[in-house]
């Protein structure tokens, strides 16, 4: 008895499909009734040379050659990144990171003016975001389900990880609320807050003003990519695609595209069953302490951490070709618009 758009929107449809493989269960789960049989997906994709940073981006052209950016319908193709030297891609990879935080330096610096930092403050930036320190950034919408401030469950522990003198990481925030979304609005103002206190401060930051130009930096240089939803809630999600396909490796919960793209070698999984914020934040603490930070802080006498290089050639090869919008593109077109019911 009550007008639905979505309905309508399906009853006008020749085909409904969710927007990975667990959104089209949950679309058939939530609509069969409506579209007169199961629902189906066509994960979504990124436009992998936008999002692919400049000194990555020369690595991929010596093991695909110059025309690499039209390689989105070949994954075989991009199976060669894993001859790479593992330098090579250290480098280039620190080179982007390095271009980051210059960046972040930046726009700290305005950010702590407008809020009127004293001159001793503004000039502790200069020593803030060490190239060598293990670097996880949490950048995109504040919904609540995708629960922003999962990771400070348990301030106790992550003062510890984030503090060990061996293997020390710091947190990039960053994000907007939808205006109406107060809950969204207070996640903000929590993590704004905890940023500056002083158990976490110079370990953990928040930056205003989200933007293109901000998310192309971060994913072109952070060391991991964290996504935390509450699931099912997440329909899909792209940045972390955008990220992979820079070598970044992600950490996150297997809702949305991850429990497609998630290997045993390309990143980290947890959360594919929800119990508890509780219970996922541990797993999280987990991870961090006996799985990310070791294979981070295990480099060779060369200065290269080769575990997590491999890894990082990993996320590459097996994001950038499947989760292109060339592939995507592909498959709407042979699989509902030519070919659709």
Do not use: C
């Amino acid at each position: 008895g009550i007008f639905d758009l979505g309905a309508l929107a399906i009853r006008l449809s020749r085909s409904t499909n969710g927007v990975s493989a667990r959104h089209g269960a949950v679309v058939t789960r939530d609509w069969e009734h409506v579209i007169g049989g199961p629902g189906t997906s066509v994960t979504n994709g990124v436009h992998i040379p936008t999002w692919v940073g400049g000194a990555i981006g020369r690595r991929i052209a010596e093991a695909l050659g110059p025309e690499w950016t039209e390689k989105g319908l070949q994954p075989e193709e991009w199976e060669q990144v894993r001859d790479l030297d593992d330098l090579s891609i250290w480098e280039a990879h620190q080179s982007q990171k390095e271009r980051l935080f210059r960046h972040l330096r930046r726009r700290l610096r305005l950010q702590l003016a407008r809020h009127g930092a004293s001159p001793g403050e503004l000039r502790k930036i200069t020593t803030m975001f060490p190239v060598d320190r293990l670097t996880i950034v949490f950048a995109r919408r504040f919904a609540t389900y995708k629960r922003a401030d999962l990771i400070f469950h348990d301030l106790g522990r992550l003062s510890w990880l984030l503090t060990n003198p061996k293997r020390p990481i710091q947190l990039i925030f960053t994000g907007k609320a939808h205006p109406a979304d107060n809950m969204g609005k207070d996640q903000i103002r929590r993590v704004s807050d905890l940023a500056k206190s002083p158990e976490l401060a110079g370990h953990v930051f928040f930056f205003e003003d989200y933007d293109m130009e901000l998310a192309r930096y971060l994913v072109g240089g952070a060391d991991v990519w964290l996504n935390n939803p509450r699931p099912p809630m997440e329909a899909s999600g792209t940045s972390g695609m955008k990220a992979a396909a820079n070598g970044v490796l992600n950490l996150s919960v297997t809702d949305g595209w991850w429990g497609e793209g998630h290997t045993d070698r390309n990143g980290w999984a947890f959360g594919e069953h929800f119990e508890s914020d509780a219970a996922d934040a541990t797993k999280l603490y987990d991870l961090l302490e006996h799985e990310v930070a070791p294979l981070y802080y295990d480099v060779g006498d060369d200065g290269v951490p080769h575990g997590w290089v491999e890894r990082m050639k990993e996320a590459i090869v097996t994001v950038a070709a499947p989760f292109s919008t060339e592939r995507m593109v592909a498959e709407y077109t042979s699989r509902l618009y030519v070919d659709g019911d």
